[in-house]
């Protein structure tokens, strides 16, 4: 399914690589038929694509990426960012980067109106409790299990909170890129 003939993943690399960021590591299922040809298409100096070779739970996408970044970057935190969140723009990454490297919080996290969302910057320091993540689940017990540490970042766009669980989360952000491009 695509969006204007995007991919979702196109889109949401596009933001990212429409950011300040330096590089993005996109952590993909390398055993999915006709994966290569959107990876082949999105391809970019700044992107880096992991694949991972069997289906994966959440734990082991977020490791895989984990570990490539801390492997090649020198970054004080580590952005964690969902592919299937296209309303995220370059402009509210772009906030949460600026917020985050002014403050001396390990975590960084915007929110909508109060509600936490994606995507989120985890320092470097929390390494081994990433690493010991397991099963479908992401990195929310870390930011949950220590709120002084969390600097929470209010964005303008509920970008942050939307992602595409089902075909009606995806028919939705569709009709509205299209109304709003």
Request: hydrophobic share 40%.
């Amino acid at each position: 399914m695509a969006i204007d003939g995007k991919t979702v993943l196109e889109i949401t690399l596009a933001n990212h690589l429409g950011s300040s960021l330096d590089g993005v590591c996109v952590v993909v299922p390398g055993w999915i038929e006709g994966f290569k040809e959107v990876t082949a298409r999105a391809a970019h100096p700044r992107a880096a694509f992991v694949e991972i070779a069997g289906p994966c739970e959440m734990s082991t996408s977020l490791k895989a990426g984990w570990s490539w970044v801390r492997d090649n970057t020198e970054s004080r935190g580590i952005m964690v960012s969902l592919a299937d969140q296209p309303l995220v723009g370059p402009r509210t990454i772009d906030r949460l980067i600026e917020t985050y490297l002014a403050s001396d919080k390990a975590i960084g996290v915007p929110t909508y109106r109060g509600r936490w969302g994606h995507p989120v910057i985890i320092g470097r320091e929390f390494d081994c409790e990433v690493m010991k993540l397991s099963g479908d689940r992401g990195a929310r017990e870390i930011l949950s299990g220590r709120p002084d540490l969390v600097l929470e970042v209010e964005v303008e766009s509920d970008g942050v909170l939307v992602d595409l669980d089902r075909i009606e989360d995806f028919e939705a952000v569709r009709s509205r890129m299209r109304d709003h491009g």
